[in-house]
């Protein structure tokens, strides 16, 4: 029987976790895709590994006794990486926030290599990392390369990655929810609704830019505490737009109606990093991320149908 090193290591870290949602945090994977991954692992050997109930999860008897050997394999298979003169410093990266785009497409890029070795950080912009950048702090960032209030330095590379379609947030009662799409200009009365217009100055940017193109108000009325508290007063509180990445992880629980813009607002997420060598574990990651990109598509787009603020299109040549 040949076990698969990515399975084995999926089952520690749920082991060492007791929890699938954290275990799949911490492999940047979803938790489908970890799931994906014990259910294997479990067909190989011909047992459950671990009991499910809605609060915990607890290894089987069977479970419990893999474990050593589970953590003897990982660790003969790593100490044979490192012996190999292999051995790669994680790459430090920033992701502005564990919520957004970025640490969905280190999921996805993680699934492609699951040896995948990062060290998060998040800044709340692009702008923040700049300089942490150019002293070597971090490796790479995630963000947008405009309106960072000063020019991009000399001494830093870019890729852009992804474009995010930006789509719309609305309670079911609303009276829009019924459509299919959603025109940006059928908010010219209402606004989009952002309680406390907060965030990194490149995304406050491009809001402005979106708004500004369209004629569109935006609402920064109310207080809002984090994503859930937004999501809540969307859903049950007077009747309004609010906006989010299509990437972002929302809250099945409050039905909310997600429907598309017409036209589509892409959001570009570009990669920075020094233009001095990187280490190979750095070469890695962003072969990975243009191979992940372009499989994916992830910056094809129709220009006709879509919208883009006039200095971020010139990137998508």
Same mark, same amino acid.
């Not at 060492?16 to 938790?31: K, N």
């Not at 994906?36 to 499910?52: H, N, Q, T, W, Y």
């Not at 609402?219 to 007077?238: A, C, I």
């Not at 372009?294 to 040549?317: F, K, N, Q, V, Y």
């Given at each position: 029987?040949?076990?698969d090193?990515? %399975?084995?290591?999926?089952?520690?870290?749920?082991?060492?976790?007791r929890?699938?949602?954290?275990?799949?945090?911490?492999?940047?994977?979803?938790?489908?895709?970890?799931?994906?991954?014990?259910?294997?692992?479990?067909?190989?050997?011909?047992?459950?590994?671990?009991?499910?109930?809605?609060?915990?999860?607890?290894l089987t008897?069977?479970?419990?006794?893999?474990?050593?050997h589970?953590?003897?394999?990982?660790?003969?298979?790593?100490?044979?990486?490192?012996a190999?003169?292999?051995?790669? %410093?994680?790459?430090?990266?920033?992701?502005?926030?564990?919520?957004?785009?970025?640490?969905?497409m280190?999921?996805?890029?993680?699934?492609?290599?699951?040896?995948?070795?990062?060290?998060r950080?998040?800044?709340?912009?692009?702008?923040?990392?700049?300089?942490?950048?150019?002293?070597?702090?971090?490796?790479?960032a995630?963000?947008?390369?405009h309106?960072?209030?000063?020019?991009?330095?000399?001494?830093?590379?870019?890729?852009?990655v992804?474009?995010?379609?930006?789509?719309?947030?609305?309670a079911?009662?609303?009276?829009?929810?019924?459509?299919?799409?959603?025109?940006?200009?059928?908010?010219?009365?209402?606004?989009?609704?952002?309680?406390?217009?907060?965030?990194?100055?490149?995304?406050?940017s491009?809001?402005?830019?979106?708004?500004?193109?369209?004629?569109?108000?935006i609402?920064?009325?109310?207080?809002?505490?984090?994503?859930?508290?937004?999501?809540? %007063?969307?859903r049950? !509180?007077?009747?309004?737009?609010?906006?989010?990445?299509?990437?972002?992880?929302?809250?099945?629980?409050?039905?909310?109606?997600?429907?598309?813009f017409?036209p589509?607002?892409?959001?570009?997420?570009?990669?920075?990093?020094?233009?001095?060598?990187?280490?190979?574990?750095?070469?890695?990651?962003?072969?990975?991320?243009?191979?992940?990109?372009?499989?994916?598509?992830?910056?094809?787009h129709?220009?006709?149908?879509?919208?883009?603020?006039? !200095?971020?299109?010139?990137?998508?040549?």
């Amino acid at each position: 029987m040949d076990l698969d090193l990515a %399975q084995v290591r999926a089952f520690l870290v749920t082991a060492d976790q007791r929890h699938f949602s954290r275990a799949a945090e911490a492999l940047f994977l979803t938790q489908q895709a970890l799931s994906k991954r014990i259910r294997k692992l479990e067909d190989a050997l011909g047992v459950p590994l671990f009991l499910r109930t809605n609060r915990t999860v607890e290894l089987t008897e069977d479970g419990e006794r893999f474990l050593p050997h589970a953590r003897e394999l990982i660790r003969v298979a790593d100490a044979a990486v490192a012996a190999m003169g292999s051995e790669e %410093q994680p790459v430090r990266l920033d992701i502005i926030d564990n919520r957004l785009s970025p640490m969905f497409m280190l999921r996805r890029f993680a699934e492609q290599e699951p040896g995948l070795r990062v060290e998060r950080s998040t800044r709340q912009g692009l702008a923040n990392s700049l300089d942490p950048l150019i002293r070597g702090e971090i490796d790479l960032a995630f963000g947008r390369v405009h309106d960072l209030g000063r020019p991009l330095p000399d001494e830093l590379e870019h890729r852009l990655v992804r474009l995010e379609p930006l789509v719309a947030l609305l309670a079911p009662e609303h009276p829009l929810a019924g459509n299919d799409v959603l025109k940006l200009t059928d908010l010219r009365e209402d606004g989009i609704w952002l309680p406390g217009l907060a965030g990194p100055v490149e995304w406050l940017s491009y809001l402005r830019h979106l708004c500004d193109a369209f004629g569109v108000p935006i609402d920064d009325s109310g207080v809002s505490f984090d994503l859930r508290h937004t999501l809540e %007063q969307t859903r049950y !509180g007077k009747q309004r737009v609010t906006l989010a990445g299509a990437d972002m992880e929302l809250a099945p629980d409050l039905n909310l109606r997600v429907l598309p813009f017409e036209p589509s607002p892409l959001f570009p997420w570009s990669l920075v990093w020094r233009k001095e060598k990187p280490h190979p574990a750095l070469r890695r990651l962003l072969a990975i991320a243009g191979r992940t990109s372009r499989a994916e598509g992830w910056c094809d787009h129709d220009p006709a149908r879509s919208w883009l603020p006039t !200095g971020d299109a010139g990137t998508t040549r």
